[in-house]
T-cell receptor
Framework: SQTIHQWPATLVQPVGSPLSLECTVE??????LYWYRQAAGRGLQLLFY??????ISSEVPQNLSASRPQDRQFILSSKKLLLSDSGFYLC?????????????FGSGTRLTVV | AQKVTQAQTEISVVEKEDVTLDCVYE???????LFWYKQPPSGELVFLIR??????QNEISGRYSWNFQKSTSSFNFTITASQVVDSAVYFC?????????????FGSGTRLQVQP
């Protein structure tokens, strides 16, 4: 069966520090991968999505970047965190070319920038 | 561009009341998928239902039911005889099958508080 792992679960980082959040999927190949962010009390905003290794599409200009070094690994990074980067980050995957199969989300990372 | 609107920011009901969460969507695609997710306080997104644009039959699952009306671009969610455990934020979402990116667009969510 397919599973999605996301870590860490919580993170407190000072302003200006770097960030690396990792997401891995097991039990499937060539998935679509997504990073979403949820600011406190807000909805979910799509940050990045990827349809293959090295293929990253950015939805919103921001202080963040994403990479997909392996088929089932998706990394969210920042060189220098801002206070506004605080939020709940969710990774998700879906079957390539099968929008009707739905989306599976990881358990999320709660990031607090102080 | 696709858009999902959940006009109800927060709803508070007393246990055993019925409650309906509204969802209105916009899309230019003829094939699309609609979803509802539940987000309990732990933050994880729990999948509730997926419907495609060609299937307008209403669906019932226990105390949950969904009313999909293409004519009004709405996909409303009703909880019958609400319980305290239903307290959560509920998100409606849309995915287009042929146009644009293959990603979910979420509404802003409705926070449901069920009081004992």
């Amino acid at each position: 069966s397919q599973t999605i792992h996301q870590w860490p679960a919580t993170l407190v980082q000072p302003v200006g520090s770097p960030l690396s959040l990792e997401c891995t999927v097991e039990g499937t190949s060539n998935p679509n991968l997504y990073w979403y962010r949820q600011a406190a009390g807000r909805g979910l905003q799509l940050l990045f999505y990827s349809v293959g290794i090295g293929q990253i599409s950015s939805e919103v200009p921001q202080n963040l970047s994403a990479s997909r070094p392996q088929d089932r690994q998706f990394i969210l990074s920042s060189k220098k965190l801002l206070l506004s980067d605080s939020g709940f980050y969710l990774c998700a995957w879906s079957v390539q070319g099968k929008a009707n199969y739905g989306y599976t989300f990881g358990s999320g990372t709660r990031l607090t920038v102080v | 561009a696709q858009k999902v609107t959940q006009a109800q920011t927060e709803i508070s009901v007393v246990e055993k009341e019925d409650v309906t969460l509204d969802c209105v969507y916009e899309t230019r695609d003829t094939t699309y998928y609609l979803f509802w997710y539940k987000q309990p306080p732990s933050g994880e997104l729990v999948f509730l239902i997926r419907r495609n644009s060609f299937d307008e039959q209403n669906e019932i699952s226990g105390r949950y039911s969904w009313n999909f009306q293409k004519s009004t671009s709405s996909f409303n969610f009703t909880i019958t005889a609400s319980q305290v455990v239903d307290s959560a934020v509920y998100f409606c979402a849309l995915s287009e099958a042929t146009r644009g990116r293959r990603a979910l667009t979420f509404g802003s969510g409705t926070r449901l508080q069920v009081q004992p």
